[in-house]
């Protein structure tokens, strides 16, 4: 399945719809011991954001919505979509069921064992690094270690250091840049 497929705006479905057409609705069942606070995550939105980078997916309990990027839907990805479906779910049926912000907690951690997903905080889904998005890369001259920005520094790297060698050892330099997006050409303006 393909973003292409949905409508052009960003409301997928609810997670009930999606859990049946994506044939995860026996892992969403497993939560029934949550009773209410899965009732209320099934009738939650699901989004899609265009504009993501390296964010897989997000979360709103109080509005009852899921964020998830839009790249988990171009074909051949859908483990990492359900696998980020899945942990958002938790995350709605924790804070719901806890009746307070669970985070990546042991609130949290229970509901992901539950629906037979491993309790990871972060992803490690490839396209989505900042690596693959990265538009500047500093390196450490000491260690080697690289530094991916997505977003232009606002800072220069030879105001700052690594991390794992201090500001003595560890001075960054700047190892790789983005070429900058081609300018548009103005027109000439017709003089009387």
């Avoid at 900042?130 to 270690?145: D, S, V």
Wanted: glycine share 6%; with cysteine.
């Amino acid at each position: 399945m393909s973003i292409e497929e949905f409508d052009p705006s960003p409301t997928v479905g609810t997670v009930r719809e999606l859990s049946r057409k994506w044939r995860l609705e026996s892992r969403l069942n497993r939560a029934a011991t949550y009773g209410t606070a899965l009732d209320r995550c099934l009738d939650c939105e699901v989004e899609v954001n265009g504009r993501a980078k390296t964010i897989a997916g997000t979360a709103f309990t109080r509005e009852r919505r899921i964020v998830l990027n839009s790249a988990l839907f171009k074909l051949g990805r859908e483990a990492d979509r359900n696998s980020t479906f899945l942990h958002e779910c938790a995350h709605i049926i924790a804070n719901l069921h806890r009746r307070r912000d669970c985070g990546h907690g042991r609130g949290w951690r229970d509901v992901m064992e539950t629906l037979g997903e491993r309790p990871e905080r972060c992803h490690t889904i490839r396209y989505l690094s900042p690596k693959a998005h990265a538009i500047e890369t500093w390196l450490c001259r000491e260690c080697g270690q690289e530094y991916h920005f997505v977003r232009r520094p606002r800072r220069r790297p030879e105001h700052c250091w690594c991390g794992k060698c201090g500001p003595r050892q560890g001075r960054l330099a700047l190892h790789w840049q983005a070429a900058p997006p081609p300018r548009a050409k103005r027109a000439k303006r017709k003089t009387p």
